[in-house]
């Protein structure tokens, strides 16, 4: 197996600049859109294992990557816990009660909602053993905070108004369905890593929503929970956490005992560092919107990252978010090629 994507997170020297991109598998691409459009909806296709392998492996057939990620999404957990989810193509996830009572939460179910994710644990096997072990996969799940979002508000919203009224007015409540959520999700991620995950990244896509310090109550705290969780049970999987937005929390979420932060493009990598040093790997930060510019402007962007992190054997290049459904996949390929000649090839 090509490791230089573990080999960064264990700190181990590797010879080249490791890389893949979030979301790789999408709608960017011609060959996804395909597969997708033999199913109704988005559920369904992640309840189908081969399906869910097909399209995690189109990224690695186009393009020269070094890490594979499990086709699924974060919200099969709440799905899971007995919420009715819906995508709805243009407007995105949509849930049919959102959580506005302790009535409610009483009734999420934990202990049967890890026997209804037994199609992604499928997924996870059938993707790595397709995946021949050509490059590692990566398990994923959304951190509570994030998921929460999605089951107060009923959907995607760009303040999730309800969910941050309940954390000021009713924390309590909000608290009580965050544990909830971290009690499933160790599991999930556990059973993930016992069907072939090599490593996990937990996606706090709304963490970025909290204060300084709301931001450790009620996110990080949770995360770290779960981060122990694997630490305990799983040693050698490495974890990644993602908090969109929390640039100026990487050293609470160093602190936090996982192996690598994702950093999205609104600080640099450099000043990245100055809060981690070395103790935990970085991956981004590359903004998604430089891959609407022309070839030379991907190339100069890709450059100026790589430019302070050629050297260190702790970093990971990654877009800063999931790469946008309307990007042209040439354009991907202009990135990976640049990331490929800048970045670092020699070190042994
Ligand atoms: O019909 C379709 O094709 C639906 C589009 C789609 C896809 C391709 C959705 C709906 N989810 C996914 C796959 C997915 N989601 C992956 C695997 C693909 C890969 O990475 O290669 C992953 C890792 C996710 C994770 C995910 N889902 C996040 C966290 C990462 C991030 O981008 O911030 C979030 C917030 C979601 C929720 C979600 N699912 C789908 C959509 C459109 C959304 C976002 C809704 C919103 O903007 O609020």
């Avoid at 909806?41 to 393009?63: G, S, Y």
């Avoid at 949509?94 to 209804?116: H, M």
């Avoid at 909000?174 to 959520?181: E, M, P, R, V």
């Amino acid at each position: 197996m090509r490791t230089i994507y573990l080999d960064a997170l264990k700190n181990k020297k590797h010879t080249h600049t490791p890389m893949w991109i979030m979301r790789q598998a999408g709608r960017y691409l011609p060959e996804y859109r395909y597969v997708r459009s033999k199913f109704q909806n988005f559920m369904t296709m992640c309840k189908n294992a081969q399906a869910c392998c097909e399209v995690a492996l189109q990224p690695l057939d186009r393009f020269d990557l070094d890490a594979s990620i499990v086709f699924s999404d974060i919200l099969t957990i709440p799905e899971a816990m007995g919420m009715k989810l819906e995508f709805i193509p243009g407007t995105g996830p949509v849930f049919d009660n959102p959580i506005q009572s302790d009535k409610q939460i009483s009734l999420l179910d934990t202990k049967y909602a890890i026997d209804k994710l037994t199609y992604v644990y499928d997924a996870v096997s059938t993707t790595k053993q397709a995946i021949k072990n050509r490059v590692p996969l990566i398990g994923f799940c959304g951190s509570p905070w994030t998921l929460a979002a999605y089951m107060v508000e009923g959907h995607g919203s760009k303040q999730f108004t309800k969910l941050r009224q309940m954390m000021y007015a009713q924390p309590k409540m909000l608290q009580n369905l965050l544990d909830k959520l971290t009690q499933v999700t160790c599991i999930y991620l556990s059973e993930q890593i016992k069907s072939g995950a090599d490593a996990i990244m937990i996606f706090d896509t709304w963490g970025g929503l909290l204060s300084h310090h709301t931001y450790q109550i009620f996110s990080l705290n949770y995360m770290q929970t779960i981060t122990q969780f694997i630490k305990t049970h799983h040693p050698d999987t490495p974890v990644t956490l993602f908090t969109k937005g929390g640039g100026l929390w990487l050293d609470k979420i160093a602190q936090s005992g996982c192996d690598a932060a994702g950093i999205d493009w609104s600080i640099s990598i450099k000043q990245a560092r100055g809060f981690v040093n070395d103790s935990i790997a970085l991956q981004g930060n590359l903004d998604p919107a430089a891959l609407y510019g022309s070839d030379e402007s991907i190339i100069q962007e890709v450059k100026a990252i790589l430019s302070t992190q050629r050297d260190n054997h702790r970093y990971i290049f990654n877009l800063g978010h999931g790469v946008y459904p309307d990007i042209n996949p040439d354009k991907v390929k202009v990135m990976v090629e640049a990331v490929r000649e800048f970045g670092c090839k020699n070190q042994s």
